[in-house]
């Protein structure tokens, strides 16, 4: 049964980081591009950012030069650095992966992640 389980989030004050982890099983991460997306209350879920198989990079513009995005495919593992965090990045944070054959391009469409964990609470707060 693949299963994407995500972990390291928390609560943090202004400026704070954390970093969230993501680890898959049963499926191998080296073939998929894989996603962090995150849904604020109220809000509707978001793309944050996106790594493709070969470690290239997208941010959504409000994370840009705060987040970075790295994989370990031999820890089936990527990661969300978050640095400077900000009370609007309170969320819930998800990882998703899509299958990959040729693209080497860090696309992450929502509406076509193969797999999906069950999202981390990150709460930014004074």
């Known amino acids: 049964q693949p299963q994407f389980v995500e972990s390291g989030g928390g609560l943090v004050t202004p400026g704070e980081s954390l970093r969230l982890s993501c680890t898959a099983s049963?499926?191998?991460?080296?073939?998929?591009?894989i996603g962090w997306f995150r849904q604020a209350p109220g809000k509707e879920r978001e793309g944050v950012s996106c790594?493709?198989?070969?470690?290239?990079?997208k941010y959504e513009d409000s994370v840009k030069g705060r987040f970075t995005v790295s994989r370990d495919n031999a820890k089936n593992t990527v990661y969300l650095q978050m640095n400077n965090l900000k009370p609007e990045d309170t969320a819930v944070y998800y990882c998703?992966?899509?299958?990959?054959?040729?693209?080497?391009?860090?696309?992450?469409?929502?509406?076509?992640?193969?797999?999906w964990g069950k999202g981390t609470l990150v709460t930014v707060s004074s």
């Open positions: 790594i493709s198989k070969g470690g290239r990079t």
């Open positions: 998703a992966a899509i299958l990959t054959f040729n693209s080497d391009s860090p696309n992450c469409p929502h509406g076509m992640m193969n797999y």
């Open positions: 049963g499926f191998p991460l080296d073939v998929h591009t």
